[in-house]
């Protein structure tokens, strides 16, 4: 993947336990004892004359098992470089983007902070407040040797002047549908391939008083992957390619008005469940809805996966859990292959930090980031790692049946949009948020809507 911009999370917290891996159980413990072997990280070890520092590295949530392995990887570190501190910190989804901002402009900033490069990352590298990242005591700041440890397109998004500003820490984060079969057969229903058949299904599901569509939507990132999705079918990539290039009006493309009416139609369908505008997310309500078949399906995006398989153990190995393309909107222009989401996550520097909190940084980021052993723990999560070469475990893991296809999918996608709010950046992703959550409260016109973001462009 927490918010998307609070990853999108807003993503996770307190998640439940354990996760499958590769064919066997993973244990947070059992994690800890596999080291770092990355390519890079074999080469480095303790050295009595090494620096050492305390340092805090700011995650956000991204579920219990992921975040017990965040820790837990940092205690390992701790242990094999005495005289190292690493204070894993997961600030409040809801805040985490202005703490972050905050704490990177002041004199004392965490080491290490969870994000998602994009239009965010490019106002931090233009304020001077992040750096490029590196090798632990090279002189390689802004290209380090790990980079050959990841898929190339995974560093795209922070990339910037040919230099590097963060390590992946995450998979790669497509959007889908996830969705109850059993609830869905139950009524004869298959899964929506348009939306004219999403709000016939609407219909059909409330007369059995079952939600058809879970959403948590107050952090307002959630509510923004419909957007996405909508404007793409309905227009194609080059809709919100005008709106990143600030082009005059382009918030009142024709597309967009027609998406955000769309939604509202879902709305005033009774498309969600009641009170969705104040539902966290992270509390993992939604999960719960889909997984009893109170709501039939939610849009996501894959890292649901390991959310749920940490909720509900075995429930989604089980095959239960269905994933689908957001439908086809009849007479659009867009391409139903094309995929919405974020490339991944990654872990940046700041800059304003002393060179031995620089070192340990940089250290403890590529013992936790360029590992093997990370890209199997994200497989038992339902992720798809951007670790080179980790299409080899899908083979043996119980989540095949959707790691497989969202691989193919990311694979063949014709086109791939980051996701606005981090293509945008804070400025626009901020008014951005808070102006959907209205449309979706059907407090506020498509019209007004587009009015109020041209004013950002």
């Avoid at 980079?147 to 040919?162: E, H, M, W, Y």
């Avoid at 995929?339 to 996550?345: A, F, K, R, S, Y």
Wanted: with cysteine.
């Amino acid at each position: 993947m927490v918010t998307r911009a609070s990853l999108k999370l807003t993503r996770l917290s307190g998640r439940a336990a354990a996760a499958l891996a590769a064919g066997l159980s993973i244990s947070t413990a059992a994690a800890v004892a596999v080291p770092a072997t990355s390519s890079y990280a074999q080469t480095v070890s303790a050295s009595s004359s090494a620096p050492t520092a305390s340092i805090s590295v700011w995650m956000e949530a991204s579920g219990t098992p992921v975040d017990n392995y965040w820790v837990a990887q940092a205690k390992a570190f701790e242990k094999a470089n005495p005289g190292d501190t690493i204070n894993v910190e997961f600030p409040a989804a809801t805040v985490f983007n202005s703490k972050v901002a905050a704490s990177l402009a002041g004199n004392n900033p965490p080491a290490l902070t969870f994000g998602w490069g994009g239009g965010r990352e490019l106002q931090y590298i233009n304020s001077k407040v992040v750096a490029p990242i590196g090798d632990a005591g090279q002189n390689d700041a802004g290209n380090p040797s790990w980079k050959k440890d990841f898929v190339p397109s995974s560093l795209g998004a922070v990339t910037f002047n040919n230099k590097i500003y963060g390590i992946p820490v995450g998979g790669t984060q497509p959007v889908f549908f996830f969705y109850n079969k059993k609830t869905l057969a139950k009524y004869h229903l298959s899964f929506p391939s348009t939306t004219t058949q999403l709000l016939a299904d609407v219909k059909t599901l409330a007369k059995h008083d079952v939600t058809t569509i879970a959403l948590g939507n107050l952090g307002g990132w959630e509510g923004l992957m419909y957007l996405e999705y909508f404007a793409d079918r309905i227009g194609g990539p080059q809709v919100f390619l005008n709106i990143q290039a600030g082009k005059k009006g382009a918030w009142s493309n024709p597309a967009i008005i027609q998406a955000l009416s769309d939604i509202q139609a879902l709305a005033k369908a009774n498309a969600f469940e009641q009170g969705y505008n104040q539902i966290d997310w992270p509390t993992g309500f939604p999960d719960a809805l889909v997984h009893s078949g109170t709501a039939a399906m939610q849009l996501m995006g894959d890292w649901d996966i390991g959310n749920m398989q940490g909720y509900f153990p075995g429930w989604v190995a089980s095959g239960a859990m269905g994933i689908g393309f957001f439908p086809r909107v009849p007479g659009g222009k867009g391409n139903p292959a094309d995929l919405e989401g974020n490339t991944t996550d990654y872990l940046e520097l700041a800059s304003h930090l002393s060179p031995a909190e620089t070192y340990v940084a940089e250290k403890f980021a590529a013992w936790l980031c360029a590992s093997p052993a990370y890209a199997k723990f994200e497989v038992s999560e339902g992720l798809v790692p951007v670790i080179a070469g980790s299409s080899k475990l899908f083979a043996s893991s119980p989540l095949k049946q959707y790691l497989v296809p969202i691989y193919n999918a990311v694979q063949h996608a014709p086109y791939f949009q980051y996701s606005w709010d981090q293509a945008l950046g804070p400025k626009e992703s901020t008014p951005l948020y808070s102006n959907l959550q209205k449309v979706f409260g059907l407090t506020e016109t498509p019209q007004q809507f587009a009015k109020t973001m041209n004013t950002y462009l």
